[in-house]
Structure formats: C-alpha cells, structure tokens
C-alpha cells in the first residue's frame, strides 16, 4: 500500500523548533517532488515549502524563508522540514505530497498537481 507518512508534529512554545518527518512507505520518493502544505482552521491550504527530486532545487514562502529549511535523504526514503523561530501563526496541520512531474517552482502553489497525500500532523505554536 503507497503511502506518506508524516511525524514530528507537536505543542512547541514560540521561538521553538520542530522537525517534521515525511517517510514513503510502498513509495520511492526518489523519483517525486515533495512538497510541504499547511491548513489553519477557517483557512486554505497553502503551500509551505518545496524540494526537487534530486534535492538540487527548493522553493520557500515567503512567511517561513530564513525559518524552514526543506530537505530530504533518499536513502532513507525521507523528507524533511526544520522549523525553527516558530510562530503561533505557523499553527496548522502541515501535509507532505509527492509530485512525479518534473520540477517546477510554482509547484509550491499548486497542491493540485500532486499525486499522493499524508493524512497530517499537527502544528500548534502557544504559550
């Protein structure tokens, strides 16, 4: 069964980090793009961030450059995202997708051209 599995979620206190874990199970990543996504309550999913298949090239929004940092170990068929300086406004549930397409920036804003979803993990960033 193909799936994506995400871990690391969690209550942080701002200014904390985390480090959410996407893992493939029945699933190469080495041949995807990933992508990082987050949904607020009352809110649309929005792109996070964004990798490469190769891990060459990435892709930030602008509310999380010089915070997140994206990357990803094939060999251990693994993405990663390293959150730091966390704010409360980064509270959501935060989705990884992998993309067979070839790479594309704007592949940070379309969630619709990925082909296979994790079920989430939290993200809550409170006092």
């Known amino acids: 069964q193909l799936q994506l599995v995400e871990s690391g979620g969690g209550l942080v206190q701002p200014g904390g980090s985390l480090r959410l874990s996407c893992a493939g199970s029945?699933?190469?990543?080495?041949?995807?793009?990933i992508g990082w996504f987050r949904q607020a309550p009352g809110k649309e999913r929005e792109g996070v961030s964004c990798?490469?298949?190769?891990?060459?090239?990435?892709n930030y929004a602008d509310s999380v450059k010089g915070r997140f940092t994206i990357s990803r170990d094939n060999a251990k068929n693994t993405v990663y995202l390293q959150m730091n300086s966390l704010k409360p406004e980064d509270t959501a549930v935060y989705y990884c997708?992998?993309?067979?397409?070839?790479?594309?920036?704007?592949?940070?804003?379309?969630?619709?051209?990925?082909?296979?979803w994790g079920q989430g993990t939290q993200v809550t960033v409170s006092s």
């Open positions: 029945g699933i190469t990543l080495d041949y995807y793009a």
């Open positions: 990798i490469s298949a190769s891990g060459g090239s990435t």
């Open positions: 997708a992998a993309d067979i397409a070839p790479w594309a920036p704007w592949l940070l804003s379309r969630p619709r051209e990925y082909d296979y």
